[in-house]
């Protein structure tokens, strides 16, 4: 499934808003913070991450289900759909 810009608004807002937090974390170990801060700041940056694509994935979903619900044929199939949310589970 092709990912168009009415799918991705949110998780690309996610995914640049970690980009910044990831390059506040490198400064922060190049610059030799504390661990506990480092960590902290790298953990949000995964869960960004994480939430980014489920962001993805739910916008799969509601496409393939309005879709279905149209008569049309789904891009991608629940079993795809839910192999891919599961990678990031």
Same mark, same amino acid.
Request: a negative charge.
């Given at each position: ?8 608004? /949110? ?6 808003? $970690?980009? =910044? ?5 490198i ?5 030799? &913070? ?15 991450? /994480? ?6 994935? $739910?916008? =799969? ?6 879709a279905?619900?149209?008569?049309e &044929? ?16």
């Amino acid at each position: 499934m092709k990912l168009r810009p009415e799918m991705t608004g /949110d998780a690309l807002t996610r995914l640049k808003r $970690a980009r =910044g937090q990831l390059n506040a974390v490198i400064e922060m170990m190049e610059d030799g &913070q504390d661990c506990r801060a480092v960590l902290t700041q790298l953990a949000a940056v995964s869960k960004a991450i /994480d939430r980014a694509g489920f962001k993805i994935i $739910a916008s =799969g979903m509601r496409h393939c289900s309005t879709a279905r619900d149209n008569g049309e &044929q789904p891009e991608m199939t629940e079993e795809e759909l839910e192999k891919l949310f599961l990678a990031l589970a």
